[in-house]
């Protein structure tokens, strides 16, 4: 297609210049520790956009996004890309990944339990692990453009994009998280926490980009199960996560191994459960 030009191959997108505007193209792959693996889940590429669609339209007006549209433009033939478009705003990313926690799991529970903190941040004494925390922290990354992201501590990360972004960076991320744990809540869905990234339009307004609150960048658990002290059922990648802590054989380096056929059917379930519940729709999909 002349009038496209591919950009960037991520894990699970292509990013393609389109005149003035960007193509993002949600796929169907599925990374876990930061491994690409060879079995595709179907249709996940077309929840997560229309996920990231539906909390986009969501967003209260004063936080500005990337999103333009969500149609496969006239001039492209490709109706297998339908539902899995965004078309965006060109934005410089920022490079730090912006992760707001509102529960103690995964490796921030692992931190906890090593030195009572999480990226240095104090935690009170006695916490379990899924517990909720006294009030949401945030927790940044460096954002690698291979391999894994690091953890940052508040000084590393001003350190990083300077003292002014940072605070942006940090408010805007806890204000959307604050929103939409209680918008999920109301519908039965904790969000254990979750990650933002932003970039700068070519005007320098800091624009929200990439996907948003989906199960690949968040932690979904059901509200009616939830239950401190112990993991919690998911909607979202922990179930392949799981799955791929008991291979021993495994060492979480390239290739990954193949997932049967149960994971790749319960992972795409997960997927359009919390869809369904999210947006209070059932999304079809052809295949």
């Not at 002349?2 to 193209?25: D, F």
């Not at 379930?269 to 052809?286: C, H, Q, S």
Request: proline share 9%; hydrophobic share 40%; net charge neutral.
């Amino acid at each position: 297609m002349p009038n496209l030009t591919l950009l960037h191959r991520g894990k699970v997108r292509e990013v393609y210049a389109y005149g003035e505007q960007l193509l993002l193209v949600a796929s169907d792959r599925v990374s876990a520790f930061d491994v690409v693996l060879p079995t595709p889940i179907p249709g996940k590429g077309v929840v997560l956009t229309q996920l990231s669609r539906f909390w986009f339209e969501q967003l209260p007006r004063q936080i500005p996004s990337h999103a333009v549209a969500f149609d496969v433009p006239a001039d492209l033939d490709r109706p297998d890309w339908r539902g899995r478009i965004t078309v965006c705003q060109r934005a410089k990313p920022v490079p730090m990944e912006c992760i707001v926690r509102g529960y103690l799991s995964g490796s921030g529970w692992q931190d906890y339990k090593n030195t009572g903190a999480v990226q240095g941040l104090p935690l009170p004494v006695g916490l379990t692990e899924s517990a909720r925390l006294p009030a949401p922290i945030f927790t940044p990354t460096t954002k690698a453009a291979a391999g894994h992201d690091e953890p940052l501590t508040v000084s590393a990360a001003v350190v990083l994009v300077g003292e002014k972004l940072y605070s942006q960076l940090r408010e805007l991320s806890l204000g959307i998280y604050c929103w939409a744990h209680e918008f999920a809540l109301q519908r039965g869905i904790i969000i254990a926490d979750t990650k933002f990234e932003f970039g700068h339009a070519a005007d320098g307004r800091l624009l929200l980009i990439d996907e948003i609150l989906t199960p690949d960048s968040s932690r979904f658990w059901p509200a009616a199960d939830y239950a401190p002290g112990r993991g919690q059922p998911s909607f979202d990648k922990q179930f392949v996560r799981d799955y791929l802590l008991g291979l021993p054989a495994w060492d979480r380096r390239p290739p990954g191994p193949e997932l049967p056929a149960d994971i790749v059917s319960g992972t795409r379930e997960k997927y359009l459960e919390v869809y369904a519940r999210l947006t209070g729709k059932e999304l079809k999909i052809d295949y």
